[in-house]
């Protein structure tokens, strides 16, 4: 069964405080990983799309790089804006999209 | 359209009532995503549709749930008698195509209250 584990649960940073998300998976035939952001109220907000091991994508003050087992989301210098929940999902064979519990992030001026 | 759309943004109901909850996806879109998120919880997977198939129904958590697709376009998530455990954030998806796994984009929800 397609499983994602992201850790940790909260994580309080200081503004400038560089730090990384996991997310760890087991998928039958990875045909995706993404991350999303979701503010309270609102839906996810898309950000990134990785398909292979070894592969990096970043945007801004973000960079998520995909391995065989894990992924994460470096975030370098934070600001307060870039206070969310971060969520991984990914996609297998099965075509379903499954996602991880989140990781909630303050980040405090 | 430009983006994901849900309707109601808000709904609340009696316990026992029926709701219905609407999706129109990005246009073009043949892949379309529903789940449900309790609050302070992560996204639980309901169903999704490849065009108004829908392969895999496992997700839905009790017969009182139902969805449909007709046109490759609008989708309803209708929930029968509804009950307390019911109250969370409905959110719909939509991406290019299933196999391929483009990037899926959401809707802003609809949050169900069950009183």
């Known amino acids: 069964e397609d499983q994602v584990t992201q850790s940790p649960e909260a994580l309080r940073l200081q503004e400038g405080e560089s730090s990384s998300l996991n997310c760890s998976y087991t998928?039958?035939?990875?045909?995706?990983l993404f991350w999303y952001r979701q503010d309270p109220g609102k839906g996810p907000e898309f950000l990134f799309t990785?398909?292979?091991a070894g592969e990096e994508k970043e945007k801004e003050r973000l960079k998520a790089t995909l391995t065989k087992k894990e992924s994460f989301l470096h975030i370098t210098a934070p600001k307060p804006e870039d206070s969310a929940t971060y969520l991984c999902?990914?996609?297998?064979?099965?075509?379903?999209?499954?996602f991880g519990q989140g990781t909630t992030l303050q980040v405090k001026p | 359209g430009a983006g994901v759309s849900q309707s109601p943004s808000n709904k609340v109901t009696e316990k026992g009532k029926d709701v219905e909850l609407r999706c129109d996806p990005i246009?073009?879109?043949?892949?379309l995503y529903w789940y449900r998120q309790r609050l302070g919880q992560g996204l639980e997977f309901l169903i999704y549709?490849?065009?108004?198939?829908?392969?895999?129904k496992s997700g839905l958590p009790s017969d009182r749930f139902s969805a449909e697709r007709t046109g490759e376009s609008v989708s309803t998530l209708t929930i029968q008698r509804t009950q307390q455990e019911d109250s969370a954030v409905y959110l719909c998806?939509?991406?290019?195509?299933?196999?391929?796994?483009?990037?899926?984009?959401f809707g802003q929800g609809t949050r169900l209250t069950v009183v």
């Open positions: 998806a939509s991406s290019l195509e299933v196999l391929v796994n483009t990037e899926a984009f």
């Open positions: 998928v039958s035939g990875l045909r995706g």
């Open positions: 990785l398909y292979s």
């Open positions: 999902a990914l996609s297998g064979n099965t075509g379903k999209l499954i």
């Open positions: 246009s073009g879109h043949t892949a």
């Open positions: 549709f490849q065009g108004n198939s829908a392969p895999d």
